[in-house]
């Protein structure tokens, strides 16, 4: 009898050895398709966040292409302009030069006639047309000339 008890304690424990080791077969199962799970959620992550990381440079191509752009054309706007500026400042240095000119000679004409409309050049050599005009005109000239935004339009 004894030898039949001890026959059914270690069936017993082969048993029980036999569904722990199937119990730890199926949590090593489980953990497995855990793990991968988890790799399978990690390797989706890590994509999305390249895709969107490849999204935003190709984003930032885009805007960096528009500055240059940008940067180029008011280079070349500003540049057009700078050279029109010059020719302006030009123009308006011979214009200046000029009228200071012609109001040296107005003021010339005014000293010698003195205020007084007599005909300075009289005499034989001045029986031109162009003569008389100027002596006419002389007459006329005892205000300096001024300068006006209509004068540098042409």
Do not use: W
Request: net charge negative; hydrophobic share 30%; proline share 2%.
């Amino acid at each position: 009898m004894e030898s039949s008890s001890s026959g059914t304690t270690s069936s017993t424990i082969q048993t029980s050895s036999g569904s722990e080791e199937n119990l730890m077969e199926q949590r090593k199962r489980k953990r497995m398709l855990s793990n991968r799970e988890s790799a399978r959620r990690s390797r989706m992550k890590k994509q999305k966040l390249l895709d969107d990381l490849t999204a935003q440079v190709n984003q930032l191509k885009k805007e960096n292409s528009e500055i240059v752009t940008s940067v180029s054309i008011t280079t070349q706007h500003y540049l057009t302009v700078e050279a029109e500026n010059s020719v302006l400042r030009a123009q308006l240095d011979e214009l200046s030069h000029r009228l200071e000119s012609l109001n040296d000679i107005i003021d010339f004409l005014d000293i010698n006639t003195n205020g007084i409309c007599s005909n300075p050049l009289t005499g034989p050599e001045t029986d031109d047309f162009l003569a008389n005009q100027m002596n006419m005109n002389m007459c006329y000239m005892n205000q300096p000339l001024m300068a006006s935004s209509d004068a540098l339009l042409y």
